[in-house]
């Protein structure tokens, strides 16, 4: 496992949370249970299986609801 730490532009709404923690949870290889959304930081934190998912995948998810990525770090979870 691998553990993303994703930063995003400035979250405006406690809807985001939801519809980002939603759209993760639903991919194949994210540990569910890891994912957390963190409105005061926008920043996304989850572990994911690196053979069964990308961080750029990840990122393309989050970007394809209308949140812009600033910058991701991985590492071993």
């Given at each position: 496992m691998?553990?993303?730490?994703?930063?995003l532009?400035?979250?405006?709404?406690?809807s985001?949370?939801?519809k980002?923690?939603?759209?993760?949870?639903?991919?194949?290889?994210?540990?569910?249970?890891?994912?957390?959304?963190l409105?005061?930081?926008?920043?996304?934190?989850?572990?994911f299986d690196?053979?069964?998912?990308?961080?750029?995948?990840?990122?393309k998810?989050?970007?394809?609801?209308g949140y812009?990525?600033?910058?991701?770090?991985?590492?071993a979870?």
């Open positions: 691998q553990k993303a730490i994703i930063n532009e400035t979250l405006t709404c406690p985001c949370i939801q980002i923690e939603n759209a993760l949870k639903g991919m194949n290889g994210i540990e569910k249970d890891s994912v957390e959304v409105f005061n930081s926008s920043k996304v934190k989850a572990n690196a053979e069964a998912l990308t961080i750029e995948s990840i990122e998810a989050i970007e394809d609801l812009p990525v600033i910058k991701s770090k991985v590492r979870a």
